[in-house]
């Protein structure tokens, strides 16, 4: 039975499709659109308490286990991943306590925004915790090393360290000349503790300098965000 507020599947959706001869209008229509105008994905480490990994619940999301990496926009789900560092920033983000079922609820350029914001929404300022953020624009690669798609890897809380260990190893590489997207680096997921028990982290490894046609795709990938801006300006 199609509900009130669905249509009806016509015949003629079924008909013949010749994609194949369709390629040289490709871009037609789409001048307009740019990095910009496209949901970036963002790089989710799941935990025990993450509603993606409940049975059961509303926000399940099927194969889902704590100490998985999942695509937010496609809910792709995996362990590890090779990808390239495209661009570093840190904003001011709130994040929805773990207890609460986790989730960010915005980012700001300053902690005094963070807060005006929460009390604008009416939100109760107890169930959030306001840090530090910083950002990676990665390139991830599939497993034969071709680009599939750019993403945003969040580093609040205690992958800070990580994400400073990173930019550590990426500034010893712009020391010999090789720019922050001239290095393929494999992002894993380990299991640490703390005070308030048991948790996954990412770790990060350098995997090789990007050849030549790799470092020419990563650098189109730049491009298309910030165009020919060097990276620490952008």
Same mark, same amino acid.
């Given at each position: 039975?199609?509900?009130?507020?669905?249509?009806?599947?016509?015949?003629?959706?079924?008909?013949?499709?010749?994609?194949?001869?369709?390629?040289?209008?490709?871009?037609?229509?789409?001048?307009?659109?740019?990095?910009?105008?496209?949901?970036?994905?963002?790089?989710?480490?799941?935990?025990?308490?993450?509603?993606?990994?409940?049975?059961?619940?509303?926000?399940?999301?099927?194969?889902?286990?704590?100490?998985?990496?999942?695509?937010?926009?496609?809910?792709?789900?995996?362990?590890?991943?090779?990808?390239?560092?495209?661009?570093?920033?840190?904003?001011?983000?709130?994040?929805?306590?773990?207890?609460?079922?986790?989730?960010?609820?915005?980012?700001? *350029?300053? !902690?005094?925004? @963070?807060? /005006?914001? #929460?009390?604008?929404? &009416?939100?109760?300022?107890?169930?959030?915790?306001?840090?530090?953020?910083?950002?990676?624009?990665?390139?991830?690669?599939?497993? *034969?090393? !071709?680009?599939? @798609?750019? /993403?945003? #890897?969040?580093?609040? &809380?205690?992958?800070?360290?990580?994400?400073?260990?990173?930019?550590?190893?990426?500034?010893?590489?712009?020391?010999?000349?090789?720019?922050?997207?001239?290095?393929?680096?494999?992002?894993?997921?380990?299991?640490?503790?703390?005070?308030?028990?048991?948790?996954?982290?990412?770790?990060?490894?350098?995997?090789?300098?990007?050849?030549?046609?790799?470092?020419?795709?990563?650098?189109?990938?730049?491009?298309?965000?910030?165009?020919?801006?060097?990276?620490?300006?952008?």
């Amino acid at each position: 039975m199609t509900k009130k507020n669905e249509l009806s599947v016509p015949a003629i959706f079924d008909g013949k499709t010749t994609v194949a001869t369709r390629a040289e209008n490709v871009g037609q229509g789409s001048a307009s659109v740019t990095a910009n105008d496209m949901a970036i994905p963002r790089l989710k480490l799941l935990q025990m308490i993450n509603p993606e990994v409940q049975p059961g619940g509303p926000e399940q999301v099927q194969g889902a286990q704590a100490g998985m990496i999942m695509n937010s926009v496609n809910n792709e789900l995996f362990t590890s991943v090779f990808l390239i560092n495209l661009n570093f920033t840190r904003k001011t983000v709130v994040w929805k306590k773990r207890k609460q079922g986790g989730g960010m609820e915005g980012q700001y *350029d300053t !902690e005094a925004e @963070a807060l /005006a914001s #929460l009390a604008d929404q &009416g939100l109760n300022q107890a169930d959030y915790d306001v840090s530090e953020n910083p950002t990676h624009l990665v390139l991830l690669l599939n497993d *034969d090393g !071709e680009p599939k @798609a750019t /993403a945003l #890897l969040d580093m609040p &809380g205690t992958k800070v360290k990580i994400s400073k260990i990173w930019n550590t190893k990426i500034q010893e590489q712009e020391d010999l000349g090789n720019p922050r997207y001239g290095c393929v680096w494999q992002l894993k997921v380990i299991s640490q503790s703390n005070s308030s028990g048991n948790f996954f982290n990412y770790a990060i490894d350098l995997v090789a300098v990007a050849p030549d046609e790799m470092y020419g795709k990563a650098q189109a990938a730049y491009n298309a965000f910030f165009g020919n801006k060097e990276a620490k300006a952008a």
